[in-house]
Antibody, heavy 125, light 110 residues
Framework: QVQLVQSGPEVKKPGASVKVSCKAS????????ISWVRQAPGQGLEWVGW????????NYAREFQARVTMTTDTSTSTAYMELRSLRSDDTAIYFC??????????????????WGQGTLVTVSS | QSVLTQPPSASGTPGQRVIISCSGS????????VNWYQHLPGTAPKLLIY???RRPSGVPDRFSGSKSGTSASLAISGLQSEDEADYYC???????????FGGGTKLTVL
């Protein structure tokens, strides 16, 4: 069965960096993209960005472009998200999600079909 | 900035039918398919509806989705206490070149 298992909680000081991992199993890692989504306390879900394990392409949400790097390691089927210059408002649960897709009627359709359990990142001085 | 607008809350009694709306624009919902997720606090979100109206295997047919123009809706019929959760719509935004989430709707089963 498909599983995405994320690394444990992190506590960081403002200005520091954090790197969260997401280990995939139960499917061919290079066949699906991985997106990262976060949820700040009391807030909704927010898309952070996407990376392709197939060719290392990335696409980041504009508000994170200057501070985020997403990578993958195909030898271990693991995706990583590094967020730099952390601020208190980066305190959130960060989820990885597999981007499933299918082709129909001339177009591709995408959704986040499997999710990791989430990693709490706390930024506090 | 493009946004997807959902009502912050919705409620119903067991057995009732509830509809949650998601309003977007010409750069997202009108030209993209809509997905819906169910999220219980402390757990991973779950894909509920994909491509506007399709249910993944295992999702009860009490859940249905629809889309018209720049808006989409999630309907839950035969409401059950276990349906109490947060629900989010998402769509690709072609102006932002990224995924947008709605603000989320907290469903309470009275």
């Amino acid at each position: 069965q498909v599983q995405l298992v994320q690394s444990g909680p992190e506590v960081k000081k403002p200005g520091a960096s954090v790197k969260v991992s997401c280990k995939a199993s139960g499917y061919t890692f290079t066949t699906y993209g991985i997106s990262w989504v976060r949820q700040a306390p009391g807030q909704g879900l927010e898309w952070v960005g996407w990376t392709s394990p197939y060719n290392d392409n990335t696409n980041y949400a504009r508000e994170f472009q200057a501070r985020v790097t997403m990578t993958t390691d195909t030898s271990t089927s693991t995706a990583y998200m590094e967020l730099r210059s952390l601020r208190s408002d980066d305190t959130a649960i960060y989820f990885c999600a597999r981007e499933g897709s299918y082709y129909e009627d001339g177009g591709y359709y995408y959704s986040f079909d499997y999710w990791g359990q989430g990693t709490l990142v706390t930024v506090s001085s | 900035q493009s946004v997807l607008t959902q009502p912050p809350s919705a409620s119903g009694t067991p057995g009732q039918r509830v509809i949650i709306s998601c309003s977007g624009s010409s750069s997202n919902i009108e030209i993209s398919s809509v997905n819906w997720y169910q999220h219980l606090p402390g757990t991973a979100p779950k894909l509920l509806i994909y491509t506007n109206d399709r249910r993944p295997s295992g999702v009860p047919d009490r859940f249905s989705g629809s889309k018209s123009g720049t808006s989409a809706s999630l309907a839950i019929s035969g409401l059950q206490s276990e349906d109490e959760a947060d629900y989010y719509c998402t769509a690709w935004d072609h102006s932002l070149n990224g995924w947008l989430f709605g603000g989320g709707t907290k469903l309470t089963v009275l």
